[in-house]
């Protein structure tokens, strides 16, 4: 039962992208915690919050893909 090497890349390249997502949404909602006196408090919440749903989204995508990968599903 060999792995395919090109979905196996796939959904590393989804893990990859999910990576930078997972510090940057904390972050960005850290931030906007502490600056509630800002006018932009609520965008950068926001924009914290999808960061943080596409890092679930993608984490999800690439976990899925590599086990595509090693099962052959």
């Not at 796939?10 to 800002?38: C, D, E, R, T, V």
């Not at 919440?45 to 993608?58: D, F, S, V």
């Amino acid at each position: 039962m060999p792995t395919n090497k090109n979905i196996l890349s796939k959904g590393i390249k989804y893990l990859s992208g999910a990576l930078p997502l997972m510090f940057i949404g904390p972050s960005l909602i850290y931030n906007a915690f502490m600056n509630k006196q800002n006018v932009w408090h609520y965008l950068v919440l926001a924009i914290g919050i999808i960061a943080c749903l596409g890092a679930m989204y993608l984490m999800y995508l690439g976990l899925k893909t590599i086990m595509k990968s090693l099962f052959n599903d």
